[in-house]
Nanobody, 120 residues
């Protein structure tokens, strides 16, 4: 059974930092592109950052470039999102995603999400 479990969310003041973790099990972690998405109330889920299976490439949404860093540890089957210079508009539920392309299309797994609230 595939599991993705996020942790590290919470309440932080504007300008602060948080580190999210997503621990996975039940999948061949090193075969999956890993991503972080977020969804704010009343808005659609959006990609925040993604990292290739071996960590050789990563990409970021424009709204987090220079503030967030995605990384992965394939030995620990875990992906991280280091968030800095947080803004109130970063408030959302953050979801971990594992994606692998197959001949039949993409295979996606999701975590349950972790709440990040940026407020003074």
């Amino acid at each position: 059974q595939v599991q993705l479990v996020e942790s590290g969310g919470g309440l932080v003041q504007p300008g602060g930092s948080l580190r999210l973790s997503c621990a996975t099990s039940g999948l061949t972690f090193s075969s999956y592109t890993m991503g972080w998405y977020r969804q704010a109330p009343g808005k659609e889920r959006e990609l925040v950052a993604a990292i290739a299976s071996a960590g050789e490439r990563s990409n970021y949404a424009d709204f987090v470039k220079g503030r967030f860093t995605i990384s992965r540890d394939n030995a620990k089957n875990t992906v991280y999102l280091q968030m800095g210079s947080l803004k109130p508009e970063d408030t959302a539920v953050y979801y971990c995603n594992a994606r692998r392309l197959t001949p039949w299309g993409p295979r996606d797994y999701w975590g349950q999400g972790t709440q990040v609230t940026v407020s003074s």
